[in-house]
């Protein structure tokens, strides 16, 4: 298979595979004319590539993961990876309950919403919203755009 029906397949451009190939990611065989040839197994290394790639790896640590002939050097760089992935679900995981939290809101002002600050309060470590008097609560954006009008003679950005 030629690079562009490669390409066409993988929704690539042609230039992104002779980049994968200047970095040893790749290695297709070269045909009649220097012209490249992709094998099968050329096929599952690119969808290896990009299957790493959509779980945040690098270039080079895709290199290095598909290249290394040691297992421990492997599972380093995979348990890395990992750690790495576990800490940006949580990050996820925060802020889709923080969309939830404001999705399931039917208040006026979402600033005062008490399931928004249990979260919010949850995120800082604070006391529970039910302990916050009402006059305590947080400010909400109106709030703070009317002091920043005031601040700037009425015109507020």
């Known amino acids: 298979m030629g690079i562009g029906d490669v390409a066409r397949r993988?929704?690539?451009?042609t230039h992104v595979l002779r980049h994968?190939?200047?970095m040893g990611l790749l290695a297709p065989v070269r045909a009649e004319g220097a012209r490249r040839h992709y094998s099968s197994a050329d096929l599952y290394r690119v969808a290896a590539i990009l299957h790493a790639k959509e779980a945040g790896f690098g270039l080079e640590d895709i290199r290095d993961m598909i290249t290394t002939r040691d297992p421990t050097s492997r599972q380093k760089l995979l348990q890395r990876r990992r750690a790495e992935l576990t800490r940006r679900?949580?990050?996820?995981?925060?802020?889709?309950?923080?969309?939830?939290?404001?999705l399931g809101?039917?208040?006026?002002?979402?600033?005062?919403?008490?399931?928004?600050?249990?979260?919010?309060?949850?995120?800082?470590?604070?006391?529970?919203?039910?302990?916050?008097?009402?006059?305590?609560?947080?400010?909400?954006?109106?709030?703070?755009?009317?002091?920043?009008?005031?601040?700037?003679?009425?015109?507020?950005?």
């Open 105 to 157: 809101c039917d208040h006026d002002d979402i600033a005062r919403c008490p399931r928004l600050q249990t979260v919010l309060a949850e995120r800082i470590g604070a006391e529970a919203p039910s302990a916050i008097r009402h006059d305590d609560a947080i400010p909400t954006v109106y709030d703070h755009i009317g002091t920043c009008a005031v601040r700037t003679g009425g015109a507020s950005r």
């Open 20 to 22: 994968w190939e200047t």
């Open 89 to 102: 679900i949580a990050k996820m995981q925060g802020s889709l309950e923080l969309i939830d939290a404001a």
């Open 10 to 13: 993988f929704g690539l451009a």
